[in-house]
């Protein structure tokens, strides 16, 4: 059961993204060459309890950390451990945090030091999917149309769409209804209407879209052990229209980049 939620509500929710955000974007400037992920976890646990909030993963379902740290073939649910980044790795981080009732859930693939062009243009494509769904999340669309605009535009690049892992309603809870695959029929599915609040979050890969779950439960692995990317963002539907509660300003401003997307 889809549970819409009110502006206010929406208000709220932006508030709990938005703790994410601003722990992402305290994260980029510590995600280089030699960082070690469980001391990055560390960090954004007080980063968020610093800022009122609760960390969204840590014991929800057992999670053992805040952040789930995936690099290179990784594609989510990475555990956050002692062996330090290295030099052309890819690094999704994935941020929960509960604030006022209400969670926020989003993600940014990173590069650590100089990455490979090839690599760069998975990330690329990876965030150009994200913002093709996020524009199709308007009132009296249907939810298959937007898993189709992501799935389209990394079919195109010839890189795959992870088919067991969704994107997903949020509020006071981290997984609601509906389920958001990154793969669908144009025209089909659930009616998008006002007060909808969606966890996009595009999963792709560069070679197949096959994974497998590692020994300790968690760990998401690409089958042919190639590069994946995830970036995700909490959107509401206000007036009609897509409203992204989270942001990458904060990531964009600690690289010192300037993103049009
Ligand atoms: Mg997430
Ligand atoms: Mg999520």
Redesign the pocket.
Same mark, same amino acid.
């Given at each position: 059961m889809i549970i819409y939620k009110s502006k206010e509500e929406i208000e709220v929710m932006r508030q709990s993204a938005l703790v994410v955000s601003r722990t992402l974007g305290m994260l980029a400037k510590e995600v280089k060459p030699g960082a070690i992920p469980k001391k990055l976890d560390k960090l954004a646990e007080e980063y968020i309890r610093d800022q009122g909030a609760v960390p969204g993963f840590l014991g929800l379902y057992g999670c053992p950390s805040t952040l789930l740290i995936s690099t290179n073939e990784t594609v989510v649910h990475g555990l956050p451990i002692d062996k330090p980044l290295e030099n052309g790795d890819v690094v999704s981080i /994935?941020c929960g945090a509960k604030m006022n009732g209400y969670y926020g /859930?989003h993600?940014y693939t990173f590069e650590v030091g100089e990455v490979k062009p090839e690599v760069k243009k998975l990330l690329k494509v990876t965030k150009e999917c994200l913002y093709l769904g996020i524009e199709q999340m308007y009132a009296g669309n249907r939810l298959g149309s937007l898993s189709y605009a992501i799935q389209e535009h990394a079919e195109k690049h010839g890189y795959g769409v992870v088919r067991e892992l969704v994107?997903?309603g949020l509020g006071k809870k981290m997984h609601e209804d509906p389920q958001v695959p990154n793969y669908g029929r144009k025209g089909t599915g659930k009616k998008l209407q006002e007060g909808l609040v969606l966890?996009i *979050?595009p999963m792709i890969t560069m070679g197949t879209y096959r994974v497998k779950t590692l020994k300790d439960g968690w760990t998401i692995n690409t089958v042919d052990g190639q590069p994946a990317a995830h970036f *995700?963002h909490d959107v509401a539907i206000v007036d009609g229209k897509p409203e992204i509660l989270s942001t990458f300003d904060y990531i964009y401003e600690a690289l010192g980049i300037k993103e049009t997307v």
């Open positions: /994935d /859930d993600a994107g997903h966890a *979050e *995700e």
